[in-house]
């Protein structure tokens, strides 16, 4: 890298390489979309979140089961809350959380640290969102009692909103 940012050529077919340590700090993982814009003789990248941008079915999916169940709803993308009945949207989430979408795993923990702020208490429900075989969030609900109603919610939401990302 010098003073003015990564120079790469463009191959043949139109493709550059972005670096991997441009990668990794951006946290962008192999078969991630971006979204592409240009402005004037700039090209811009940004990281797309399919999660991120279908808040609306999120924020109403969320409302109804938080308020139909009685449970404590936090839906994520990779990087940040998303919907939360509680007002945590728009925090950053810890690795650990992602990890649970990105190795498709299942989960009832005792506590969940969603990041330096936010811990969670009590039985914590997580279940993957899964689009077109990638990990691209999770759901994480919180309940006072176990019960495997609640734990096939969780996966049944999940699915839901995977569902409707899959056909928007």
Known sequence: MNENGY???????GRIVIPKELRRRLKIQDG???????????????????IGNN?????????KLSFLMNVEVLITDLENIIYSSKNYSNK???DQI??????????????LIINDDIKLVDNVYIEPIIS??????VV????E????????LCKLISEIISYHINIT
């Open 7 to 13: 120079i790469r050529k463009i191959d043949e077919l």
């Open 32 to 50: 991630e979309n971006l979204i592409i814009n240009h402005t004037d003789n700039k090209i811009n990248l940004s990281k797309y979140s399919y």
């Open 55 to 63: 808040k609306d079915f999120i924020a109403k999916t969320g409302d």
């Open 92 to 94: 950053k989430i810890e």
């Open 98 to 111: 992602s990890n649970y979408s990105k190795n498709r795993e299942s989960a009832l923990v005792d506590n």
């Open 132 to 137: 077109n075989s990638i990990g691209i969030g």
């Open 140 to 143: 994480i609900l919180v309940s």
């Open 145 to 152: 009692k176990k019960s495997d109603n609640v734990s096939k």
